[in-house]
């Protein structure tokens, strides 16, 4: 692994405890206990994601397991403005858009770099982020939409 590589992982780790902080901020700053727990459990992901990347750095490295469907539903959303009211919907509408930003990111960094290690794991990240969007989303759509029975 490239030192170039290490320091681009290093900042992906970076990232996820800085998304990590966010939602802790957000769980704090709420007052629906529904939406504090929703926030809570956004905030675990991100710790989950920095093992992830953290695993990359291990002799097995860091597996991506499985495929994720990009269903643009972030993308037909708007986030609301952060206050103490916002519903569960509302908070799982801002860490959507959130995670399609950090899509669109990866996408974006490993489109700039030649075909190497860079751009795959950058091609990796940009899935891991996709997988996050999606499984949002569909928190959101459940939020939104419940099935009524």
């Known amino acids: 692994m490239s030192t170039e590589l290490e320091a681009i992982i290093k900042s992906a780790i970076t990232q996820e405890e800085m998304s990590n902080a966010f939602y802790r901020r957000l769980a704090g700053l709420v007052s629906h206990p529904e939406t504090k727990d929703t926030l809570e459990y956004l905030a675990k992901e991100e710790l989950e994601h920095k093992a992830f990347l953290q695993s990359c750095f291990t002799p097995h490295g860091c597996t991506l397991a499985g495929e994720a469907q990009n269903v643009h539903l972030a993308e037909m959303l708007e986030a609301p403005a952060i206050s ?34 860079i751009q795959a794991f950058l091609t990796k990240m940009a899935k891991v982020e996709l997988q996050h969007k999606e499984k949002v989303e569909y928190l959101y759509d459940n939020a939104a939409f419940p099935e009524v029975w």
């Not at 103490?84 to 908070?91: G, N, Q, T, V, Y």
């Not at 858009?97 to 075909?115: D, I, N, S, T, V």
């Open 84 to 117: 103490d009211d916002l519903s569960p919907k509302e908070a799982l509408v801002i860490a959507a858009k959130r995670e399609e930003g950090a899509y669109h990111f990866y996408q974006a960094l490993a489109a700039l770099q030649p075909p190497g290690e």
